[in-house]
């Protein structure tokens, strides 16, 4: 039972690898059942014992997409500066992370690939802990007083949404034949972010 157990998580790591490479290469349209264990040289059978439909593909996809995103950045070392922190972990490991898996950031966070809304519940709880990682991050900022009276939800949705933007236009500027290291305008971004919340306090005009 053991072996068996081995080989069927195996077998689905392959399937997931396969149906990364197609949603990156060929989209959303490619991506089948059939094509997925053509492409690992098995049977459609051993697809849906492994992970099941073209869904339950997208699902897998999204699980290992926050899952990767969490390891990432929980991997970054932390230091004494909390500041110098967030931004690591937005640059070394989401941005690291959106431009190594274009496909992951395409199902987990603009979503293009996903048109049934259970296939986005089936990895909530994935998308949840990756959160988390980020939440401890801005709690460290809270605790040391640099997010200006915000909450750490709404300093979280900030960060998320520059991150995703910044992410966004990486994988563009890719399809057209790329361009600069984008290293220092990430750290330009989310610095002038930052010193703007230690500058205006949340609810005042100024803010």
Same mark, same amino acid.
């Not at 689905?12 to 490619?30: C, N, P, T, V």
């Given at each position: ?8 998580? =195996?077998?689905? +790591?392959?399937? %997931? ?6 949603? =990156? ?33 997208? /699902? ?9 995103? /969490? /390891? ?5 070392? #932390?230091?004494?500066? @909390? ?22 950031? $395409? ?10 809304? !259970?296939?986005? +519940?089936?990895? !909530? @709880?994935?998308?949840? !802990?990756?959160? !988390? ?5 801005? *709690? #460290? ?22 991150? +995703?933007?910044?992410?966004? $236009?990486? %994988? ?11 290293? @220092? ?7 002038? %972010? ?6 205006? *306090? ?6």
């Amino acid at each position: 039972m053991g072996r068996k157990r081995v080989h069927n998580e =195996e077998t689905a +790591e392959a399937l %997931l690898d396969a149906a990364e490479r197609i949603l =990156e290469a060929e989209g959303l349209e490619a991506l089948t059942v059939r094509r997925v264990a053509d492409e690992v040289g098995t049977t459609t059978r051993a697809v849906y014992s492994s992970l099941g439909s073209k869904d339950a593909l997208i /699902a897998g996809l999204g699980v290992r997409g926050f899952a990767l995103l /969490a /390891a990432k950045v929980a991997a970054l070392p #932390r230091t004494d500066d @909390p500041v110098a922190d967030l931004i690591a972990g937005c640059v070394s490991g989401f941005r690291a992370w959106a431009l190594a898996h274009p496909a992951l950031f $395409q199902v987990t966070f603009q979503q293009r690939a996903i048109a049934n809304p !259970e296939v986005r +519940e089936r990895f !909530e @709880p994935a998308r949840r !802990e990756a959160l !988390e990682v980020l939440l401890a991050l801005i *709690r #460290r900022l809270q605790d040391s007083g640099h997010i200006g009276g915000r909450t750490v939800l709404e300093a979280t949705w900030q960060v998320s949404s520059l991150c +995703e933007g910044l992410a966004a $236009q990486d %994988l563009r500027m890719a399809t057209w034949g790329g361009g600069p290291d984008s290293t @220092p305008i990430w750290t330009d971004a989310l610095s002038t %972010l930052i010193a703007g919340w230690q500058a205006t *306090r949340h609810g005042t005009p100024s803010a």
